[in-house]
């Protein structure tokens, strides 16, 4: 069976776009399933940062075929901005090396107008979303409003799709959010032209998938965001709109269980989140700043969408077995143990304490998260600097100890840790 599947275990920003860039050596097709550019994926190859929101990370290594599937919304501006990215560091994406699907729905300025309007409106109360239209993209597309990527193929009916979208979305910004109408004609110019250029990209993405299935072709499916911001399996509504989790992969690609060998889950070696909603490790103090870092390193703990500094907080066991159990991990990448060097003590929550009850379970009401006191275990830390060790053996005894409670917490294997943004600072193992 030749189809991996790789998912945040946490709260998206796991490193899972390096991740990607490891797992694509040994893949022939890399397809993101689920978001859109809320995600941001870095990868570091020989000095040079690639920040990638829309594009698979896989696309990265030469010869691999990248895929948007149609369970992602796609702001067509903001892909011919990555295409343009790429292209200024030398990569040129021809329509051999990246498909849309036809059934991707289409992100326009009126789902980012509605997101800010809405989040403005919800003010102290608001979800922190990254306002790049998400969730309403997703409204649309759930109440059959949506735009198809394959309407883009008929330049004259999109410009009138879109041209309807806007009017229709002025009636609320204007009545219900007070805010000025957009310009739906000038809109609706602005997405043909996009749409010339996207056309070429755009094609069936499930034959193509279960042609290259007949092939013996492997495929990795590439999740963005996290299974705790999944819209069934999170904190609701401190969630994202989308399916992070392993089922959005079969949903957002076309494919059924069966052809899966390998679910293989992300997650940091501590916990991060940004944004509003539930995090009980979260730490407010020295350990939490220093576990952020202060920014002037590009793989500090700071949006790579938004910037924001993240939340951060010691590793979240309960949290993180909830998500090896709802997506069935078959193994867990550890990602950023390395900054984790220097701790004289490290702290895991393994269950938390709920008034006078002990809970192992991840509570769905945001009260009782509101309520929960991690009941941490504390394991002892190392000194040594484990960017440069590349083999499991040479890892410090109490890196691999850490390593090794969080694999038998969990009951599956750890596969690989990574120890610096570099893309071969990785241990396998
Ligand atoms: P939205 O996806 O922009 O609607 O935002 C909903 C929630 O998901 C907010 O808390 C965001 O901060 C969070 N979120 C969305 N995308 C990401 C991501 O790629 N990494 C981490 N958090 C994200």
Redesign the pocket.
């Known amino acids: 069976m030749p189809v991996t599947i790789l998912v945040?275990a946490q709260?998206?920003?796991e490193g899972k776009g390096r991740v990607v860039d490891w797992l694509a050596r040994e893949s022939n097709i890399v397809a993101r399933y689920a978001?859109?550019d809320?995600?941001?994926h870095s990868v570091t190859i020989e000095d040079t940062l690639y920040k990638l929101h829309l594009i698979p990370s896989g696309i990265l290594n030469d010869g691999v075929v990248c895929i948007l599937g149609h369970g992602m919304v796609i702001n067509p501006k903001k892909l011919l901005d990555e295409l343009k990215y790429l292209a200024d560091r030398g990569l040129h994406l021809t329509p051999d090396r990246l498909l849309i699907s036809e059934r991707a729905q289409i992100i326009t300025p009126v789902h980012i107008a509605l997101?800010t309007a809405s989040e403005e409106a919800l003010a102290g109360d608001s979800?922190?979303?990254?306002?790049?239209g998400?969730?309403p993209a997703y409204t649309d597309k759930v109440r059959r409003s949506g735009i198809q990527a394959h309407a883009m193929r008929d330049v004259e009916g999109f410009a009138d799709q879109i041209h309807r979208q806007v009017e229709a979305a002025n009636q609320v910004l204007v009545s219900i959010y007070h805010r000025t109408p957009l310009d739906a004609t000038a809109i609706a110019a602005e997405y043909v032209e996009y749409a010339r250029q996207i056309q070429p990209y755009i094609t069936n993405t499930v034959a193509y998938l279960h042609h290259a299935l007949a092939n013996n072709q492997r495929i990795l499916c590439e999740g963005?965001?996290?299974t705790l911001?999944d819209v069934d399996l999170g904190h609701y509504p401190?969630?994202?709109?989308?399916s992070p989790s392993v089922a959005g992969a079969l949903s957002g690609l076309g494919f059924g269980p069966t052809v899966v060998d390998r679910v293989v889950g992300a997650a940091k070696a501590f916990s991060t989140?940004?944004?509003?909603?539930p995090m009980p490790t979260e730490l407010h103090d020295e350990i939490g700043n220093r576990l952020r870092g202060t920014g002037d390193k590009p793989w500090d703990e700071y949006?790579?969408?938004?910037g924001?500094p993240r939340r951060c907080g010691w590793l979240d066991m309960v949290a993180l077995r909830y998500a090896a159990q709802v997506n069935g991990f078959t193994e867990l990448v550890l990602t950023k143990l390395d900054v984790l060097s220097g701790f004289e003590s490290l702290k895991i929550a393994t269950a938390y304490q709920l008034g006078d009850r002990q809970i192992d379970d991840l509570p769905a009401s945001l009260l009782d998260m509101e309520l929960v006191e991690p009941i941490y275990e504390t394991l002892p830390g190392w000194s040594e600097d484990i960017m440069q060790v590349r083999r499991w053996e040479d890892l410090p005894l109490n890196a691999r100890r850490y390593v090794e409670r969080i694999s038998q917490l969990l009951g599956i294997p750890v596969s690989m840790i990574s120890v610096g943004p570099e893309r071969d600072q990785m241990v396998v193992l």
């Open positions: 945040g709260w998206g920003d978001g859109g809320n995600a941001g997101d979800i922190g979303t990254t306002r790049r998400i969730g963005a965001q996290g911001l401190f969630v994202t709109s989308s989140r940004v944004g509003s909603g949006g790579t969408t938004t924001r």
